[in-house]
């Protein structure tokens, strides 16, 4: 990452000059920058005039660290609470375990194919830097513009709100939980992990590791019970002869089924988002990555396995949460454990989400295609502190809607689309680029089989739900606007480069960040 330069003059006479001279460098003729210190083009900051340290988005993210984003924010509250829906697809134990296994090997797959885009292009920002890379400007800002506006906020926000209706199902154990008070919990939340991840990487990451191991510790309990229960002998549904009555054979519900379950192994490629801040991210991130997935995997298809020696199919698909029920026929009194457990699970996936997101807005803003105080930093705490403020206030947004559910329905397929243009774009750069350094190369027929099988992801989203995918092309579409007045529009009027200039360095001075040098 290039340097940033810390503004550290003590006089308010010499900032507004250098202010001066930036405005007038930014507003010069033509809207061009002009060089005034010899060095090749490009605006240079009023903070790179005075003080001559460097100040960094520092590599902090250890191994242990990585694997504890990856875990972490795979398992939120998908594994507690989809099962339903995979059952319902499914029809039967056996063809849910099945399922369960498929989507674990499917995402180590793709997350080996990230393993080596991550380290040929060892920009942070995951698919929205690799389809900048491969397909240009326009198709990443397109990504980018989704994801800020769609996916990201929405997404954390509503694994918060499950946070918040678990952690306070035990205050009210006879009656739902109030809305309004689980949409308050939820915001707390986010405010809370907006603030450790703006105090200090570490304590991010450090929160990061503790909730991934408290999720490990209460699904390896549930575990524990169904092996009790496998002991005791009396799961007819599990035996060969049983398992696989009721199977559904249809293509489109083994499609559903797919996406149900690949829904709780969200988060693997979300290490690639910050590769930059990593610790020999060309050895650790892939072995991050192949550690952490058949972890997951393994966990996912016993965890499953157990709810199974307790609970029918029917009566997994008819259940709200299946982790509830499931600790309300063993736990007793003790039951309660369960909702806490499901809650610090949702806790630990918004902060892995909210680190990961600000990253690729910071990148975003770096490749200038959003806002530029999105890429300063504080030059004391080392965070992205105007990213994360971001991306914090377009979660709260998100407390406002009532039908936030059909929102994400829209963009399923889009998710998938993005991931095979990423691998798609690994093979072309094999092919154009052989000269790329790269530390770790998998197998073609991986990326093959995988884009093969996003493909047939694509395919069925489109078929079973044709209406949502259309208003998800709808409001894709309507990032090209955007991107044509706001990023390849290059000779905006002076008023407009003056306004925008000031607005910048106003928050600039009040969040006290600095630039990154070009």
């Known amino acids: ?132 890379e491969v397909y240009g400007s326009l198709p990443a800002f397109l990504k980018l513009w989704i994801e800020l506006l769609i996916i990201r906020p929405s997404s ?87 398992s696989f009555q009721g199977t559904n054979t249809d293509a489109g519900n ?9 829904f709780a192994y969200g988060g693997w490629n979300y290490l690639n988002f910050v590769t930059e801040e990593m610790i020999d991210a060309h050895k650790n991130l892939p072995r991050a990555i192949i550690i952490s997935l058949p972890i997951v995997t393994s966990v996912y298809v016993l965890t499953n396995l157990a709810y199974f020696t307790t609970l029918s199919n029917e009566e997994m698909f008819n259940s709200d949460a299946v982790a509830v029920d499931f600790g309300n026929y063993h736990l007793g009194p003790m039951a309660w454990i369960i909702p806490v457990f499901v809650g610090l699970s949702c806790f630990g996936s918004v902060n892995g989400s909210l680190f990961t997101s600000s990253r690729l807005f910071f990148v975003g803003s770096r490749e200038g295609h959003l806002p530029s105080l999105l890429s300063m930093i504080h030059p004391s705490l080392l965070t992205p502190l105007p990213s994360l403020i971001f991306t914090c206030l377009m979660t709260l947004l998100y407390a406002f809607s009532n039908n936030i559910y059909s929102v994400i329905n829209f963009f399923s397929f889009f998710n998938w ?75 905006k009027p002076k008023w407009l480069l003056q306004a925008i200039f000031s607005s910048t360095v106003l928050c600039q001075k009040m969040l006290q960040v600095v630039p990154q040098e070009s």
């Open 254 to 262: 083994l499609g559903l089924a797919l996406y149900s379950g690949l």
């Open 417 to 491: 689309l993005c991931i095979a243009l990423a691998i798609i774009g690994m093979m072309w750069l094999r092919y154009k680029k052989p000269e790329l350094e790269r530390p770790i190369k998998v197998n073609l027929l991986l990326p093959i089989t995988f884009i093969a099988a996003c493909v047939f992801l694509i395919v069925v989203s489109i078929w079973q739900t044709p209406k949502e995918c259309g208003i998800g092309f709808g409001i894709i579409a309507t990032g090209v606007p955007v991107y044509f007045i706001g990023v390849y529009w290059q000779q």
């Open 156 to 242: 954390q926000y509503i694994v918060a709100f499950v946070f918040a209706t678990y952690i306070l199902k035990p205050i009210f154990p006879d009656c739902p939980v109030p809305v309004e008070g689980a949409k308050l919990v939820a915001c707390l939340c986010i405010l809370l992990l907006t603030a450790i991840n703006c105090y200090s990487v570490k304590a991010a990451t450090r929160v990061q590791d503790l909730f991934a191991a408290a999720k490990l510790l209460a699904l390896g309990m549930i575990i524990l019970i169904g092996f009790v229960q496998i002991g005791k002998g009396d799961v007819d549904s599990l035996l060969p002869e049983n």
């Open 1 to 132: 990452m290039s340097g940033l330069k810390k503004r550290n003059s003590n006089s308010s006479t010499s900032r507004d000059e250098e202010d001066k001279q930036v405005t007038e460098r930014m507003l010069g003729e033509n809207g061009e920058s002009k060089r005034t210190d010899g060095s090749p083009g490009g605006i240079k900051d009023a903070s790179s005039v005075a003080g001559e340290e460097t100040v960094v988005l520092q590599k902090t993210i250890t191994l242990i660290n990585g694997i504890g984003i990856i875990v972490g924010t795979i398992i939120g509250s998908g594994i507690f609470v989809t099962p339903a829906g995979v059952a319902k697809e499914a029809g039967s134990p056996g063809a849910s375990l099945i399922v369960w296994a498929v989507c674990g090997v499917f995402s180590t797959v793709g997350a080996l194919c990230y393993a080596e885009l991550g380290t040929t292009i060892t920009k942070s920002g995951g698919d929205y830097a690799y389809i900048y």
